[in-house]
């Protein structure tokens, strides 16, 4: 069983950095994708940043590309996203989500077959 566990989030000012973590308490994260997800009140969840296991391959929302980055440390079965420049849009909840890998889009959130508990991420202008 995988149980995705995240940190890191906070209540920071327009510029300013956050890095996030998730951690898997259960098992290994080794041949899961990976990814970030957000959800703002009232919106449905979207897609952040990915990390594929199998080819290492890496997607970004146009709204984080050149502000985030995505990691992902397979020893310690976590997965990190350097959140940068960050604007008051980026304020929501960040969720961590792992999947099998499967021939759909790894972007689309229902794919997923765990997630963690959500961190709050505030930016204030």
């Known amino acids: 069983q995988v149980q995705l566990v995240e940190s890191g989030g906070g209540l920071v000012q327009a510029g300013d950095s956050l890095r996030l973590s998730c951690r898997s308490s259960?098992?290994?994260?080794?041949?899961?994708?990976l990814g970030w997800f957000r959800q703002a009140p009232g919106k449905e969840r979207e897609f952040v940043a990915i990390i594929t296991w199998t080819r290492g391959e890496i997607y970004y929302a146009d709204s984080v590309k050149g502000r985030f980055t995505i990691s992902r440390d397979n020893v310690r079965s976590a997965v990190y996203l350097q959140m940068d420049s960050l604007q008051p849009e980026d304020t929501a909840v960040y969720y961590c989500g792992a999947r099998n890998p499967r021939s759909d889009s790894p972007k689309l959130p229902l794919t997923y077959d765990y997630w963690g508990q959500g961190t709050q991420v505030t930016v204030s202008s």
């Open positions: 259960g098992r290994t994260l080794s041949g899961y994708t």
